[in-house]
């Protein structure tokens, strides 16, 4: 059975950034992508990127792309999504979710991480 | 981009039928799929490509999607099926959008 692991919650300055993983496993990892969605709270779902495990092709969305750097290890199953000069309104749970591993991928989000709640707080 | 429209919330009595509707322009044209939120809990795939269920899904749970309107309909609809319910679809070259969500209720 697929499962994702993702890392701990986490409190953050404004102007710092922030770095999340997430572990894979029970499942072939290069042959799928990984997505991060966020859910601010009382919001609805927000898709911020994607990575493909296959060979790393990624894609953000615009209003994530100067911020928003998202990276797998392939050795460790893991994937890794770093969000930069982190702002009050960033303050969010931060998931992971499996999809396809082509850059034109309609496969839906089958597995999701349990979600990583960042705040951010002066 | 592409906008999804959902309504803010649904309320049904149990045993009846809900109906959750995602609007979007020619929506009918691409593949919708369906997630079932609760309360501190991440989202749970429940349909998928406009009409399929996940495997541990109950067959409750069906979708269709045609001209500007995707649709999840909920039958026998229990207290355990009160949740956030939110549309997806891929747009493009731009990734994923979601739909607001929809709330629902189990009177």
């Known amino acids: 059975q697929a499962q994702l692991v993702q890392s701990g919650g986490e409190l953050k300055k404004p102007g710092a950034s922030v770095n999340v993983s997430c572990e894979a496993s029970g499942y072939s990892f290069t042959f799928y992508g990984i997505n991060w969605v966020r859910q601010a709270p009382g919001q609805g779902l927000e898709w911020m990127g994607w990575?493909?495990?296959?060979?790393?092709?990624?894609n953000y969305a615009q209003e994530f792309q100067d911020r928003l750097t998202v990276t797998t290890d392939t050795a460790t199953k893991t994937v890794y999504m770093e969000l930069r000069n982190l702002r009050s309104d960033d303050t969010a749970v931060y998931y992971c979710?499996?999809?396809?591993?082509?850059?034109?991928?309609?496969?839906?989000?089958?597995?999701w991480g349990q979600g990583t709640p960042v705040t951010v707080a002066s | 981009s592409y906008v999804l429209t959902q309504p803010p919330s649904v309320s049904v009595a149990p045993g009846q039928t809900a109906t959750i509707t995602c609007g979007g322009d020619?929506?009918?044209?691409?593949?919708v799929h369906w997630y079932q939120q609760k309360p501190g809990q991440a989202p749970v795939l429940v349909v998928h490509?406009?009409?399929d269920r996940p495997s541990g899904i109950p067959e409750r749970f069906s979708g269709s999607n045609s001209d500007s309107t995707a649709t999840l309909t909920i039958s026998r609809v229990d207290p355990g099926d009160e949740a956030d319910y939110y549309c997806?679809?891929?747009?493009?070259?731009?990734?994923?959008?979601f739909g607001a969500g929809t709330v629902l209720s189990v009177l």
């Open positions: 020619n929506i009918g044209s691409r593949s």
């Open positions: 997806q679809v891929r747009d493009g070259g731009r990734g994923y959008v």
């Open positions: 490509d406009d009409t």
């Open positions: 990575i493909s495990a296959h060979n790393g092709d990624t």
């Open positions: 979710a499996r999809s396809g591993r082509t850059s034109g991928t309609t496969r839906p989000f089958e597995y």
